[in-house]
């Protein structure tokens, strides 16, 4: 077993986002168990980057979260590795187009389950140990909630769920455990090419106060915040997003 300091929980922490979450906590002296689903390869690169930097300060567990006993076994593998818990950041999500007409029940299953059920289990999972550390939740949602982007309907129905459950749990899991989110914006372009062209990135920057998109760390920058410097803030989304409205 590691030896315990303070200790979090990235869900889907070994890619993009959530990578830099898991770095920018590592640099503030966190040990970090780092989730992943099917990225095994980068998870093992990074929890290999953290220790050099610090000897047995991160672990990776892997887990399907369409599987129900993954909740409980996710915490009990960070437990087990680190002897405690302080920290959950729900960073893991599904994102695709689901338009109406041809929405298939896996589909919502999934979107549903990754971006929605899974933050609410974990948190229920994980709370007896927060509660220990007097801990903190941070779940990862998305700016452009108010304004959902059309056909993805699935996708935004969940992480507009997240949202009203940030403010849920805050008041459920008070005084003991604070629990916020972070909004994102146009920070990092999704993997699909083709819908997300040149034409649609120009577009998007174009409504952004800014004038350009967010890099991943600013996100963790706000997560950071809402860790380690934010002791009277609970219930609230800190949006990442340049100004777009």
């Not at 109406?100 to 994980?126: H, M, R, Y």
């Not at 940030?166 to 972070?182: M, Y």
């Amino acid at each position: 077993m590691a030896s315990y300091k303070k200790f979090a929980l990235v869900t889907g922490g070994s890619r993009r986002i959530g990578a830099s979450i898991s770095r920018r906590l590592h640099r503030s002296g966190i040990n970090i168990m780092i989730h992943y689903r099917h990225s095994k390869d980068d998870a093992v690169a990074l929890q290999s980057e953290l220790n050099n930097i610090r000897k047995n300060s991160a672990f990776v567990v892997q887990a399907d979260f369409l599987e129900p006993e993954s909740y409980e076994y996710t915490i009990s593998e960070t437990i087990q590795s680190f002897g405690g818990m302080d920290f959950l950041i729900n960073n893991a999500s599904s994102y695709y187009p689901t338009k109406i007409g041809n929405i298939s029940l896996a589909q919502w299953e999934d979107l549903i389950s990754t971006n929605l059920k899974t933050p609410l289990f974990l948190s229920q999972c994980a709370a007896t140990y927060l509660k220990k550390t007097k801990g903190a939740i941070v779940n990862i949602t998305d700016a452009h909630i108010q304004n959902p982007k059309e056909g993805y309907s699935v996708y935004s129905i969940a992480k507009s769920g997240l949202s009203t459950l940030t403010k849920s749990l805050a008041k459920d899991l008070g005084p003991d455990i604070r629990v916020n989110a972070v909004a994102p914006g146009a920070i990092i372009w999704p993997d699909n090419k083709q819908e997300f062209d040149k034409i649609y990135r120009e577009n998007v920057i174009n409504n952004t106060a800014l004038r350009r998109i967010g890099e991943p760390d600013d996100v963790a920058k706000a997560v950071e915040y809402l860790l380690l410097n934010a002791p009277f803030v609970t219930g609230e989304t800190i949006n990442v997003d340049g100004g777009s409205w």
